[in-house]
């Protein structure tokens, strides 16, 4: 996090890449966007599945639910990126991501498209590279765009709290998940210029 930070930081005081009155100028591939992007989100997530929801859940200090919003428990790992997300494009964000899977418990978190369904399988058979392109979609209301670059990253079970939900939901289609075993997938998109 800190070393994206810096590079970001750096790039943006060197010397030639700057217009008048217009700020540094920083030109980079959308996929190098997108995986900073991702870098950020699963950092983010990450902690708050192990420093946050694990760590309460072993104290038998709190448990995370479906129901955090009417019950005292903390959201869900899920919830959380589902949330920032939706609070993100609240702020005028045009970056969106979202969890994909094909055994979600929550049914919005299908895949919807074929690019989708083509970029789950592809990060389920290799799990360390992104499945990446253009995607053309009807207009977003809040953005207005319709064409995205959209990278597809592997949603791997980094804690047992993952494993634990997943395995015991009734309305989870699979219960046989293990650590390091591909649950998924995060999708993020960004707008593409036209």
């Known amino acids: 996090m800190l070393a994206i930070g810096m590079v970001v930081f750096i790039a943006r005081l060197s010397p030639g890449e700057r ?8 030109k980079m591939p959308a996929i190098q966007v997108t995986d900073y992007l991702h870098a950020v989100i699963e950092s983010h ?3 708050y599945t192990v420093q946050v929801v694990e760590r309460l859940q072993m104290k038998g200090a709190m448990v995370a639910s479906h129901n955090w919003r009417a019950a005292p428990t903390l959201p869900l790992p899920a919830q959380l990126l589902m ?6 494009a609240t702020t005028g964000s045009p970056v969106r991501y979202k969890l994909i899977s094909r055994w979600p418990i929550n049914p919005h978190n299908a895949p919807e498209s074929d690019f989708e369904k083509k970029g789950l399988e592809a990060v ?10 253009i995607v053309t979609t009807g207009k977003d209301m809040t953005t207005g765009k319709d064409k995205w670059f959209t990278a597809i990253y592997a949603d791997v079970a ?3 709290a993952c494993i634990g939900c997943h395995n015991s939901d009734p309305l989870s289609p699979k219960r046989d998940f293990k650590r390091g075993d591909v649950m ?3 999708v993020i998109s960004i707008p593409a210029k036209e």
Do not use: C, I, K, M
Not at 19 to 26: Q, R
Not at 124 to 132: C, I, K, L, N, V
């Open 19 to 26: 217009e008048p009155d217009s700020g540094a100028v920083l």
């Open 45 to 47: 997530r990450t902690f």
């Open 83 to 88: 949330e920032a997300n939706d609070l993100g």
């Open 124 to 133: 389920e058979t290799d799990p360390d590279r992104s499945y990446a392109g």
């Open 158 to 160: 980094v804690a047992q």
């Open 184 to 186: 998924g997938a995060v």
